[in-house]
T-cell receptor, first 113, second 111 residues
Framework: DQQVKQNSPSLSVQEGRISILNCDYT??????FLWYKKYPAEGPTFLIS?????DKNEDGRFTVFLNKSAKHLSLHIVPSQPGDSAVYFC????????????FGTGTRLTVIP | DVKVTQSSRYLVKRTGEKVFLECVQD?????MFWYRQDPGLGLRLIYF???????EKGDIPEGYSVSREKKERFSLILESASTNQTSMYLC??????????FGDGTRLSIL
């Protein structure tokens, strides 16, 4: 039973435009959410996180939005760059820093130069 | 910078073999994790450890065991490898409420 879902396996965006990656979750007990980026042949690297007490968190070109009522979060990348081409995983846990992270299936982003 | 090192990038073993995957972290993190990554399934937690000699089952522990004799090292053991354990295995570590840091993975093939 997939508690964290990324329904778009892939996304292509032109360089300079906005990339929007979506994630839905089913467990209302989740209150901490993270995005990881993964390049081929490398492990996932942490990108940005958000606690359920917030609805937005920004870090440079990356912004994560959380809609608790819809159990939905999204990652916005503006402007998109070719180096952003990677697989993006959404993850959730029941408390900040909890050991048990639940991951989505990933979305492969391709930024076209 | 946190370094999580997995001993092998690629490994090929035969069914029935006992397989050891090793992971070492250099940041004195108390928490360590083993995941497997499969297409269409994302990352799934196999086991984690929050202290030396402590371990907790994750979502898919069947067919696996772990060992944590020293704080920096966390081993994943496939007691009797089977073809459905062919996968990418990822080790991670963390401290406190900080995000997990991952190694580069071991691609394991069971023939």
């Amino acid at each position: 039973d997939q508690q964290v879902k990324q329904n778009s396996p892939s996304l292509s965006v032109q360089e300079g435009r906005i990339s929007i990656l979506n994630c839905d979750y089913t467990n209302s007990m989740f209150d901490y959410f993270l995005w990881y980026k993964k390049y081929p042949a490398e492990g996932p690297t942490f990108l940005i996180s958000i606690s359920s007490i917030k609805d937005k968190n920004e870090d440079g070109r990356f912004t994560v939005f959380l809609n608790k009522s819809a159990k939905h979060l999204s990652l916005h990348i503006v402007p998109s760059q070719p180096g952003d081409s990677a697989v993006y995983f959404c993850a959730a846990s029941r408390q900040t820093g909890a050991n048990n992270l639940f991951f989505g299936t990933g979305t492969r982003l391709t930024v076209i130069p | 910078d946190v370094k999580v090192t997995q001993s092998s990038r690629y490994l090929v073993k035969r069914t029935g073999e006992k397989v050891f995957l090793e992971c070492v972290q250099d940041m004195d993190h108390e928490n360590m994790f083993w995941y497997r990554q499969d297409p269409g399934l994302g990352l799934r937690l196999i086991y984690f450890s929050y202290d030396v000699k402590m371990k907790e089952k994750g979502d898919i522990p069947e067919g696996y065991s772990v060992s944590r004799e020293k704080k920096e090292r966390f081993s994943l053991i496939l007691e009797s490898a089977s073809t459905n354990q062919t996968s990418m295995y990822l080790c991670a570590s963390s401290t406190g409420s900080q995000p997990q840091h991952f190694g580069d993975g071991t691609r394991l093939s069971i023939l």
